[in-house]
Nanobody, 130 residues
Framework: QLQLVESGGGLVQPGGSLRLSCAAS????????IGWFRQAPGKEREGVSC????????KYADSVKGRFTISRDNAQNTVYLQMDSLRPEDTAVYYC???????????????????????WGQGTQVTVSS
């Protein structure tokens, strides 16, 4: 079965850092565009960042530009989201997702869109608080 598993979430103080991991089983992440999304209580799920299947194209939401970095390690079948300078408003459940369509995160300049992604992980909680 195809599976994505997020890890690395937790409690961190404002200004701190976390690195989230998205590990794949049952398929090769290198053949898919990968997106990171987040959802806070009472809010819609929003796109945070994406990386194209080639790894040459990345996108970020304006709210995280300059603070978050997405990367992929195809040898480990894993995608990462490095989060620096965290703020309380970053608190959310973070999800990774894979898109079958190869053009995702390539042709558009906007952050990832939920409807473009086909496979989803279960999420990992990130809490930024003093």
């Amino acid at each position: 079965q195809l599976q994505l598993v997020e890890s690395g979430g937790g409690l961190v103080q404002p200004g701190g850092s976390l690195r989230l991991s998205c590990a794949a089983s049952g398929f090769t992440l290198g053949n898919y565009a990968i997106g990171w999304f987040r959802q806070a209580p009472g809010k819609e799920r929003e796109g945070v960042s994406c990386i194209s299947s080639s790894g040459y194209s990345t996108k970020y939401a304006d709210s995280v530009k300059g603070r978050f970095t997405i990367s992929r390690d195809n040898a480990q079948n894993t995608v990462y989201l490095q989060m620096d300078s965290l703020r309380p408003e970053d608190t959310a459940v973070y999800y990774c997702a894979a898109a079958r369509t190869r053009s995702v995160c390539v042709l558009a300049s906007h952050p990832p869109i939920t409807g473009e992604y086909d496979y989803w992980g279960q999420g990992t909680q990130v809490t930024v608080s003093s």
